[in-house]
């Protein structure tokens, strides 16, 4: 009996701390409203396949402030505080093409 061949997809997950300072620029890249990106290779016909756990509304910069807000949350403010963890999942067409979209969807939450 042959033995089965599986293809398997790859994922790359990218994990990088932020400062208060770099929340514009991030934001501005990540979610695409900058003119340019520090990644050449981005397919701007794409950009709405995008999917975010959570997108901010007026900015990263406000998005934090907002929800430092109405958690209550205290923190000793430097130069070098970390904002936010900023976490990046991609992988190759393959996997995506056979995801459904409710089901990518569903692993999202509100904060």
């Not at 976490?87 to 056979?98: A, R």
Request: with cysteine.
């Amino acid at each position: 009996m042959p033995k089965e061949v599986k293809i398997i997809s790859y994922q790359v997950i990218r994990v990088q701390k932020f400062t208060k300072n770099s929340l514009g620029k991030i934001g501005a890249e990540t979610e695409r409203t900058s003119r340019s990106n520090r990644n050449a290779d981005i397919d701007t016909e794409r950009t709405p396949l995008n999917l975010y756990f959570k997108k901010s509304t007026n900015g990263m910069n406000a998005e934090w402030k907002s929800i430092v807000e109405k958690t209550n949350a205290t923190f000793k403010d430097t130069k070098k505080s970390v904002a936010f963890e900023g976490i990046i999942v991609t992988s190759d067409k393959t996997f995506f093409k056979n995801l459904v979209t409710c089901k990518t969807n569903s692993h999202h939450q509100e904060f």
